[in-house]
Structure formats: C-alpha cells, structure tokens
C-alpha cells in the first residue's frame, strides 16, 4: 500500500513542478520579483518531493532483493 501511496506523492509533486512551469511563462502575476519567489518554491518543494520520494523506492528495492 505504501508503494501505491508514493506514486500518487510522486505525481502530485510533478504537478507541483508543472504548475511553477506555468506560473512562470504566463501573466497571472505582475510583480517579476514576486513570481521569481513563489516559482522558485514551487519548483524547489516539487524537485525536493520526487527526490526524496524516488529515493525512498530505490532503498526498499535494494533492500528486498538482499
């Protein structure tokens, strides 16, 4: 069940990431400093998510198979 549950967080953060990609090629937000902050920490929390989350099931892998 765990695995099911780490796919899903895995694709909830590349839509994180796809969201910062959209935030940062439209105009919904006047202020460039502004929307260099929040695409900076979107993309930030988003490549931080599928990190840990793609890491967390290579070392069960590994682990099952030793």
Do not use: H, P, Q, R
Request: positive net charge.
């Amino acid at each position: 069940m765990s695995k099911k549950n780490n796919k899903i967080s895995i694709y909830l953060y590349i839509l994180l990431i796809i969201a910062g990609c959209v935030l940062a090629c439209s105009s919904l937000i006047t202020n460039d400093y502004l929307k260099l902050i929040i695409v900076m920490a979107t993309l930030c929390g988003g490549l931080f998510g599928v990190m840990k989350g793609l890491s967390k099931s290579g070392n069960t892998e590994e682990a099952i198979e030793e």
